[in-house]
């Protein structure tokens, strides 16, 4: 190799290595918070809310509104259910649910590592019972990169009514005063971790009443469901059965549901899977919030 071609080379060396440091730079959380309390543990939704005026105010006003209200009807799905992007453009939103309790408090290191990895923005629904369930770090880990959108699942993951009701042996919360709190309580609790205020809200189940759905709006948050249901519930589902379903179903605009609290399921294979195919048909990864990937 003679010496210009040499230089050539050299230069050529140095900018793609400057590239490559870029890159990397970028994977990295865009946003920084400072360390979490240790004590957040032990917060609870009622001092939460009533330290905060914007909470403790709001939900006065919700439970004076609100009193009286008789259900009509308990489903997953209501007309106000928010299920699909509202774009015309070739886009879809992951949603990955954090659970909590006793079999629902892991936390699918591999999962995030692939979004983070691959610049995948998500919305993320965590409740706080998955918070306090060992999951402060990861919880911070989630809450400081700005490519995910941190969202409400509850403050103790159960279906929202204000009468008692039952899903998949799942007591619903029992009376006007826990729906409330179920989705303010968690939602201050959030806020007072992050500074940010949540506005959309998924159930534990995804099941709610009449009353309960207008109870989210009013407390400021669209009731998020889905229109691509992943069905990566349990270990026996492989990868290849959970993208398949994904990738049949999905459409421009659509919303996928998903879980990241489950590290024994197939949810991390499934979603490389999902993302690098549905990439190669051009698909756009969007969050709830209208973030989207660059082009
Ligand atoms: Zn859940």
Not at 44 to 55: I, L, N, Q
Not at 227 to 233: E, I, T
Request: with cysteine; proline share 6%.
């Amino acid at each position: 190799m003679d010496s210009p071609r040499l230089v050539f080379a050299l230069i050529g060396a140095i900018c793609l290595a400057v590239f490559a440091a870029c890159t990397v730079e970028k994977a990295k959380p865009s946003k920084v918070l400072p360390a979490l309390p240790p004590e957040a543990g032990r917060w609870t939704a009622e001092e939460s809310v009533g330290r905060d005026p914007y909470w403790s105010n709001r939900v006065a006003a919700t439970l004076d509104g609100y009193r009286g209200r008789i259900p009509r009807r308990f489903a997953e799905f209501h007309p106000t259910t928010f299920r699909r992007l509202e774009t015309a453009s070739n886009e879809v939103a992951l949603t990955f649910d954090a659970c909590g309790g006793t079999y629902g408090s892991g936390f699918n290191a591999p999962l995030v590592d692939f979004l983070e990895a691959d610049r995948v923005p998500a919305t993320i629904f965590v409740s706080w019972r998955w918070v306090t369930n060992g999951n402060l770090g990861n919880f911070r880990r989630l809450a400081t990169n700005g490519l995910f959108q941190v969202e409400n699942h509850g403050l103790t993951h159960r279906p929202c009514a204000v009468s008692p009701r039952e899903i998949y042996r799942i007591p619903s919360t029992p009376d006007l005063a826990a729906a409330v709190m179920e989705i303010a309580g968690n939602a201050a609790l959030l806020e007072r971790l992050t500074g940010r205020r949540t506005s959309f809200f998924r159930s534990g189940t995804a099941y709610y009443d009449d009353v309960a759905m207008d109870l989210a709006a009013s407390l400021g948050h669209r009731v998020a469901g889905w229109d691509v249901l992943s069905g990566d519930v349990g270990g026996g589902q492989t990868a290849q059965a959970i993208a398949g379903r994904v990738l049949r179903a999905c459409k421009p605009g659509s919303v996928v549901i998903m879980h990241l609290n489950q590290p024994s399921w197939n949810a991390a294979p499934a979603t490389r899977i999902i993302v690098e195919t549905l990439r190669s048909r051009g698909v756009r990864f969007v969050r709830l919030d209208g973030v989207r990937e660059g082009p």
